[in-house]
């Protein structure tokens, strides 16, 4: 894990004074957790791809201003974070950021009182999590899919980390009520 | 609501960082069946959460090098010089003794001096231009006080003179009108003397 931080810090540095080659390693590891973080916020993969490009062009741009390069990985977000709002407000410009919700990709999941199969379940968990603000379901990706600290989760999304957790916390209790019987139930 | 001593989420969330915390937390739930159940619930949800996979990055993101987007080749020189500490030592020091020759060099030579008796002489003629100073405020600070003085006293004799002039136009009334009783006594008692 340590060794790994060194050579991503390694490459930061050779990237920064203009080598190609060691930014497009380091695009190579961050990509597919990028991509990720920006599907399930975004809701729709043709747009994940485009925002994970502009991420990292941006990135590139910006790497000398990057000043720890401990803090690569939520400086990282952070841009991925802002990007993905700036396509929000372009594309409805009128509407209120709190009120975007993605686009669904799989919608009217019902899951009856009969055994649940996995992609069952798959499809119950994107339900749930599409029906969370997106706000919530930023703070639910961070935290369970991407792992981060609360105090690097509030650097990403440039906030206190009491609402962090008070985002988090929510999103929890109402995945918990959906989702907890229904794997209970797969269990059996 | 959980009656664990700290918070099950963040216990859960591996945001407790302190072991002793964890440990009281773990005893906690061991004994306490709703806090078990409430953990539970929380590991299920995760694990549900889980199930949704990560996706494989349909095309991979890829930089050619391109001028449009890489810095300019002083700028990386620049960047490859700041980011080398022996680099910028090494020029610190080579700056350092250049710094050191042209000011051993060029330097010019120190002017002479002025002599013991000069400086002396110099010292002594600032003294007496401070001592001039000095007596000449005080004279006028005295010349000051001593005006100010004769006027608060000619004030306070003009003052008195006002006084005295009041008072003796009092007195003169008051004898005139003293003669005025005294006459019209002694003419009453003429009068009753004549009649009887």
Request: glycine share 2%; aromatic share 2%; net charge neutral.
């Given at each position: 894990m340590i060794f790994r931080a060194v050579e991503d810090a390694d490459l930061i540095r050779q990237a920064a004074r203009g080598s190609v080659e060691a930014f497009n390693l380091l695009v190579s590891r961050w990509e597919k957790r990028i991509y990720n973080y920006l599907l399930r916020i975004t809701g729709n993969r043709e747009d994940a791809l485009d925002v994970t490009q502009d991420v990292f062009l941006k990135a590139y741009q910006n790497l000398r201003k990057l000043d720890d390069q401990d803090r690569f990985a939520p400086w990282l977000y952070r841009i991925a974070h802002n990007e993905a709002y700036s396509m929000f407000r372009k594309r409805r410009p009128e509407t209120d950021v709190d009120e975007l919700v993605p686009e669904a990709t799989e919608t009217g999941i019902t899951v009856g009182g009969s055994p649940v199969f996995p992609v069952e379940l798959s499809l119950a968990v994107a339900s749930a999590l599409e029906r969370l603000t997106p706000e919530q379901r930023e703070a639910v990706v961070l935290k369970i899919y991407q792992g981060f600290k609360f105090d690097e989760m509030a650097e990403i999304l440039s906030c206190p980390v009491s609402t962090v957790k008070s985002r988090l916390y929510t999103a929890l209790e109402l995945l918990k009520l959906e989702l907890a019987p229904i794997k209970a139930r797969g269990l059996s | 609501m959980s009656c664990s001593p700290f918070d099950l989420r963040d216990y859960f969330l591996q945001e407790l960082a302190d072991p002793e915390e964890r440990r009281q937390v773990e005893a906690h739930v061991r004994v306490c069946q709703p806090c078990r159940e409430e953990l539970e619930r929380l590991r299920l949800t995760e694990a549900a959460l889980f199930t949704l996979r990560d996706e494989e990055i349909p095309q991979r993101i890829a930089f050619v090098s391109d001028k449009v987007f890489e810095p300019s080749p002083l700028r990386r020189w620049l960047a490859a010089f700041w980011g080398s500490a022996a680099r910028l030592g090494f020029a610190s020091a080579a700056m350092l003794s250049v710094a050191l020759i042209v000011f051993a060099t060029v330097r010019p030579?120190?002017?002479?001096?002025?002599?013991?008796?000069?400086?002396?002489?110099?010292?002594?003629?600032?003294?007496?231009?401070?001592?001039?100073?000095?007596?000449?405020?005080?004279?006028?600070?005295?010349?000051?006080l001593v005006k100010a003085i004769e006027e608060r006293d000619q004030q306070d004799r003009r003052m008195m003179m006002a006084s005295y002039e009041r008072q003796s136009d009092y007195q003169q009334n008051k004898i005139a009108s003293l003669e005025l009783q005294n006459r019209s006594l002694s003419n009453s008692a003429m009068m009753s003397k004549d009649g009887q």
């Open positions: - | 030579a120190p002017a002479p001096g002025p002599s013991a008796a000069a400086i002396e002489q110099r010292v002594q003629a600032a003294a007496d231009t401070a001592a001039r100073a000095i007596e000449a405020r005080y004279a006028q600070k005295t010349d000051q």
